[in-house]
């Protein structure tokens, strides 16, 4: 499946086809390496301890993380439409393993190596968009892009946890897989590789040698995402255990703050194009996420109504970074590096996300949950000053 590029202009249909396409393959990606999280009911009623669960849970998201970067390389220096093309035939193929059967042991290596070659999607859809939209237009197409992993999730939570009950966790997993064969099939036939400079023009050099702008937005994110995840994984059993909300009535609110939150991506990287700067409105989002969080953990401890709202507005700021620093460092990193810079840029925010739960749960159970949501404002507070507004370049 070699990479196929042209130089010329695709036209207004083929552009936005391939963000259809690159979505698309985000999104399913996102059922495969989130989709498990919703098996843990059905392997517990199958006896499986919490832990046991829990390690079939996390086995593709360990394997998301150790295959960023490599990933990132092999779409830098094969082409965006090989990577996606070998990785979602990879991840189809496994997910297809995972789902005929075989002991725990089995199900997570297959678990972890999808994970793995989904991993994929990450760097290369989202240099499809930088590469083929232009700059006016390329924050609200990263938006869009963006909107994946909140739709991915959804469809996961729709779908595996009710086929698992009914018809067991291995059937459950053909929805990642045929979602990623879906991908496959619209990837090959829509997307193309994006232009490359030539090499020999000096576009291949190292990005991070020239100046700290690409490590500041890692650092950036690295921060945000503390918020973000402190407010995914606690808003529900915060509404139920300290709102007394049903289970359902909770669901459902956090169902439509994540709707709300994919909306707000679209509507930030627009914002961006229209200001002609990625770097100001990332600013603004870590003031206004810092300001929120801070509410939030007021009015939790008073026990205001208002709480709810400022859950809802926080679900929304605490990703609305995510497209803009993403966008920026593909930007910054040019054809040749971009890969590399998302594979690294998604590995930070991977460890960072993978330490809040623990340590946030450790916050709640002696701090309570709105000091804890409180402390969630000083992580945007210390990344507002990061943002390298400065050292932006005009986009062109």
Request: net charge positive; glycine share 10%; hydrophobic share 60%.
């Amino acid at each position: 499946m070699p990479a196929t590029a042209v130089t010329a202009d695709p036209g207004t249909l083929r552009r936005w086809s391939m963000l259809g396409a690159s979505t698309l393959a985000q999104a399913a990606a996102a059922i495969m390496m989130h989709g498990p999280a919703f098996l843990i009911p059905a392997l517990h009623a199958d006896g499986f301890s919490l832990a046991e669960a829990g390690l079939v849970a996390a086995a593709p998201t360990v394997g998301v993380m150790l295959a960023l970067v490599a990933w990132g390389a092999v779409s830098d220096r094969y082409g965006e439409r090989f990577a996606l093309l070998w990785g979602l035939a990879a991840t189809t193929a496994l997910g297809a393993l995972a789902a005929l059967g075989g002991g725990t042991g089995v199900l997570v290596v297959t678990l972890l190596l999808a994970g793995a070659a989904a991993a994929s999607t990450n760097a290369a859809s989202g240099r499809v968009v930088v590469g083929w939209f232009p700059p006016a237009r390329r924050g609200l197409a990263m938006g869009i892009r963006q909107m994946a992993q909140p739709v991915g999730v959804g469809v996961a939570a729709v779908s595996i946890a009710v086929l698992a009950d009914r018809y067991g966790v291995h059937a459950a997993l053909w929805v990642p897989t045929l979602a990623c064969a879906l991908a496959l099939v619209v990837v090959a036939l829509v997307v193309l590789d994006p232009p490359r400079p030539d090499p020999r023009t000096g576009g291949s050099a190292n990005p991070y040698r020239r100046d700290r702008f690409l490590v500041r937005v890692h650092g950036v994110s690295v921060l945000l995402v503390v918020p973000q995840f402190l407010v995914w994984t606690f808003a529900l059993v915060w509404l139920v255990q300290a709102r007394s909300w049903s289970p359902a009535a909770a669901g459902s609110l956090v169902a439509a703050a994540q709707l709300a939150g994919a909306l707000g991506r679209i509507a930030a990287g627009h914002l961006s194009d229209v200001v002609g700067s990625r770097m100001r409105p990332l600013r603004w989002v870590a003031v206004a996420a810092a300001a929120v969080m801070a509410l939030l953990g007021l009015a939790a401890g008073r026990g205001w109504a208002l709480a709810v709202a400022l859950l809802v507005v926080a679900t929304v700021l605490t990703v609305a970074d995510n497209g803009l620093a993403f966008t920026a460092v593909a930007e910054r990193a040019g054809a040749t590096w971009s890969g590399r810079a998302l594979g690294v840029q998604n590995t930070a925010q991977f460890l960072a996300a993978s330490a809040v739960p623990p340590l946030a749960g450790l916050a709640v159970a002696h701090l309570g949950y709105a000091a804890t949501f409180a402390l969630g404002a000083l992580f945007p507070v210390l990344a507002a000053p990061l943002v390298p507004v400065e050292g932006e370049r005009e986009l062109s």
